[in-house]
């Protein structure tokens, strides 16, 4: 334990990047979540992050994407590329296939208040989530990482994608003003907090055990460096923290453990769309899509953002390739 926590701690002075090695954005607009929108767009651009959940979750459990389940909620837009049905033992598989159900009911909800928005075209393919990985270790997977081939893989694959979605509640409520929208958000802070907290918890459990695709780092060792990835990627400074950190940055300066990430007053980190932008498309740049969403995310916050030249560009994006 006490060497994970070393561990850790590196991997916390490493994220705040004091020798400038990448732009830390603090003062910048985009860190602020201060944008000319309406509560409307707000919560439907949180829609992208629920369809990804949705899709990536009932596919690996039930073998079954969102159109089996409900098919008006996608409203046109592509199917996703690459989900498939995942080797989970008993227990993870009824764990994700209920958190999948939660995610049609989170669409609809937003959905029944908003209008929606079009699904994304989303890539969950494994050399789109390899690569995600790979990148935060820092040398490629061997054999190449699959989330679909076991249970801890995928949990490892899922720890990138809920607690992103759960941030940017964090990040959206101070801006509400609608009750009901403020309402709506809460409801959804509170299932999405819960899945994140079962994920950590689940591979808490298991954090001693090495990644055979990556030799000897172990399960803690690579959700620091996934979360060391998101930080970087976000440019906003410390958002993340993965499963251990040394007894002085958890909870009371009391803990090694760190199953709930947290600020030094344990309360939950926030993020912007432009961080959200920029940690799911993977490049680090809320205007050049790629990673999660290849042809961007939909809805009006994306849209603003995202590069005039890439809205004739998704016919090569599309499903069928």
């Known amino acids: 334990m006490f ?17 400038g090695s990448w732009p830390v954005k603090y003062d ?16 439907q651009f949180a829609m992208n992050l629920e369809f990804t959940e949705a899709e990536f979750f009932l596919k690996a459990s039930t073998g079954k994407g969102l159109d089996a389940f409900n098919a008006t909620l996608a409203k046109g837009g592509p199917a996703p590329v690459g989900a498939e049905k995942a080797n ?12 999948g159900y939660q995610e049609i009911g989170h669409l609809r909800a937003i959905a029944d208040m908003t209008g929606g928005i079009p699904r994304p075209l989303l890539n969950l393919t494994r050399e789109n ?8 270790v820092g040398r490629k997977s061997n054999p190449r990482f699959d989330p679909y081939a076991n249970s801890l893989n995928y949990l490892l694959a899922s720890y990138y994608i809920p607690y992103v979605g759960l ?17 709506l958000v809460a409801g959804l802070l509170g299932v999405e907090s819960g899945q994140d907290g079962v994920i950590r918890t689940l591979l808490y459990e298991r954090q001693d055990e090495t990644v055979k695709e990556y030799g000897g780092v172990t399960v803690a060792e690579l959700t620091n460096e996934i979360s060391n990835l998101r930080n970087e990627l976000g440019m906003c400074g410390i958002k ?48 050049r899509p790629g990673g999660f969403w290849p042809c961007g995310a939909n ?14 560009h998704c016919g090569a994006c599309s499903a069928d390739n």
Not at 261 to 283: F, H, N
Not at 299 to 312: C, E, H, N
């Open 129 to 136: 989530f390899a690569m995600f990985m790979d990148r935060a």
């Open 88 to 99: 989970l033992d008993p227990i993870t598989n009824r764990i994700i296939e209920e958190f």
């Open 299 to 312: 809805g009006r916050i994306a849209r603003m953002f995202l590069d005039k030249g890439y809205y004739g």
């Open 3 to 19: 060497k994970l926590c070393i561990i850790a701690l590196v991997f916390l002075i490493a994220s705040s990047r004091i020798d």
């Open 240 to 287: 993340d923290e993965g499963l251990c950190v040394p007894p002085w940055l958890g909870a009371e300066n009391r803990t090694s453990s760190n199953i709930l990430a947290a600020d030094p007053y344990s309360l939950s980190y926030d993020r912007t769309p432009q961080e959200i932008l920029r940690v799911m498309y993977g490049t680090g740049d809320e205007h």
């Open 28 to 43: 910048d607009p985009s860190c602020s979540g201060n944008i000319s929108v309406t509560d409307v767009d707000r919560v």
């Open 167 to 183: 941030t940017g509640y964090v990040g959206t409520i101070p801006y509400l003003v609608s009750f009901n929208i403020k309402r």
